[in-house]
């Protein structure tokens, strides 16, 4: 791994594998061996250090948080696609068992946050809860195990955790206030959106400057309050675990295992907390006073 020091380590594993778009001119210099070569032309490629990450600008790709938040979608549509073609009415075992109560968990949390008429909400909550806590969940695995392996295959960097990207994070929670706006509209009429907005919380027209904005920066905090909470505690417990790789082997297992286990419980929370939080929000989208 390209980390001399535990400096070097810890933003070594805090960097994202990014694909971009770099300037003709551009100066790339070789982690390895400090050699300069100058591009002749604009060109797609892979980020060898940070510093081309990040001169790569805002249409780069982080390619490791899209390839895991994909295949962590797919996994969770082929386990509930297996599990719904060999459901039985029996009995439940093993992971039908677990399925269905996972079902009936996401149920009772669309039961208690969500108080209008839409079959969409229900999928859409099991959908956030399983593919976030699937995300989260990756968090479980050895710090260098994934990397090392990406290494070996000559890419330099490789996040596996896509929750511990704000790109990742605010992914999701720009959908969820898409989601917002649309049904806001759908329910209320355009009028009425705009009637909410102007009339809450003063009923009173001399004040719907002052309601606006009030209302306008309420609307916008739900999607960047849902992205930065997952991202700060993922992002937090992830540095936790670089922080215990970097200490002596015997130590590492002293440590490591016990905050292991109480990041079950984080991973399981977050996942919770975004999708009721999300479920409320799209309630309130359906309220039409």
Sequence with gaps: MAADTPVEYIQHHLQNLTYGKLPAGYERVDPYTSDVTVLQEAGWTFARTSAEATDMGFMAFHVDTLGWSIFMGILFLTIFRLVARKATSGVPS??????????EFVQTIVRDGFHGRNPVIAPLALTMFVWIFLMNSLKLIPVDFIPQIAHAMGLEYFKIVPT????????????????????????????????????TPFNHWALIPFNLVLEIIGLLTKPLSLALRLFGNMYAGEVVFILIAILPFWV????????????????????????????????????DH
């Design 164 to 199: 511990t990207d704000p790109n990742g994070t605010f992914g999701i929670s720009i959908g969820v206030f898409l989601l917002i706006i649309f049904y806001s509209i759908k329910v209320k009429g355009l009028g009425g959106f705009g009637k909410e907005l102007s009339f």
């Design 94 to 103: 093993g992971m039908q068992n677990m399925v269905e109560m996972v079902f």
């Design 252 to 287: 590492q297992w002293t440590l490591n295992v016990p905050w292991a286990i109480f990041h079950i419980l984080v991973i399981t929370l977050q996942a919770f907390i975004f999708t009721t939080l999300s479920v409320v929000y799209l309630s309130q989208a359906h309220e």
